[in-house]
């Protein structure tokens, strides 16, 4: 696989805003920021209601996946192209729900709103209306996801790659520094975790580091064990997809998982171990 | 303070301010806010910590802790860095000019 097959940059995006079969679809944290505009034809994605199920903390089903992409007018042939705010956390996190329900076609837009917004182009409010499909996924692929057993077990097993902040992974801060801090769980980090934040793999203006800057920075500056499998966390799951993105697509490690439960879960759960630096 | 927001921040519903840290204020250029402009707050080592993005009025809010940090901007029409010194929990207003 090469970079080519999983990020798109901002100029091959103007070229392409109206090719057949390319689907561009925003996706935010802050889920007001599509409708003050977006890349022209974008659909919007809301991560926070149609990706998680609305009671339980979890997923959406399959059949549920089926129906939100079928109604946004995505079909199975579609390359989908993802991009968003916040240097595509959110559209890298969707990028891994995509291929967790075996959408195989599905890229990056490099940089996301921030680079494609510096760079000064074009931002539209219109809504593009797009005919409904019949969207067909495949069941989970287990292969890139972690649970929080997993993640126990693999304490001194695995690479565990903690994504957060520094200041979050010491435990002086309990959610990134644009939340507020009030939180239930436990601050730290799971023990033998390295701390790689994820923004050290962009750069300022949020595209991707390059591979070669990629791997220098996780296994001869961080200490990765190639020959280890990993786990990415960070607190909800999705700057830490960002990171499963840089080692899974860009470099091509085989065998990295995204821990969604993060810290949210992992420092909630009874009786697991911490490490706690102030 | 010479600079100052007027305005206090406008801050989520339950908020603490006598236990959160909050640095906020208003990116400007010539006088004039600058909505859409990339703050970056950086730790005591220079490390990233935070991103948003400024509101249609120029505005921008952190939840840091007590400490040394360095606010970074990004914007197509400029750029701006300056430090700040959180000396404990409370209001910590900051004034970012584009250069």
Known sequence: MSRADVLVSAD??????TAPGVVFVEVDEDTSAYDGGHIPGAVKLDWKTELQDQVRRDFVSKEQFEVLLSQKGIGNDDTVILYGGNNNWFAAYAYWYFKLYGHDAVKLLDGGRKKWELDGRELSK?????DKTSYQAKDQD???????????AAIGQKNLVDVRSPDEFSGKLLAPAHLPQEQSQRGGHIPTALNVPWSKA?????????????????????GLDEGRETIAYCRIGERSSHTWFALHELLGYQNVKN???SWTEYGSLVGVPIEKDV | MCGAPEQSPTLPAGIDVEKETVIYGAVTKDDAPVPGAYVRLL???GEFTAEVVTSATGDFRFFAAPGDWTLSVLHKDGKVRQDVHASGPGLLPVSLSLQ
């Open chain 1, 202 to 222: 962009a750069n300022e203006d949020g595209t991707f580091k390059s591979d070669d800057e990629l791997r220098k920075l996780y296994v001869d500056e961080q």
């Open chain 1, 259 to 261: 821990y969604d439960g």
């Open chain 1, 126 to 130: 219109d809504v593009p209306t797009r």
């Open chain 1, 12 to 17: 091959w995006a103007e070229q392409n805003l």
């Open chain 1, 142 to 152: 287990l292969a890139i996801r972690a649970f929080r057993d997993e993640v126990v």
């Open chain 2, 43 to 45: 730790d005591g080592t």
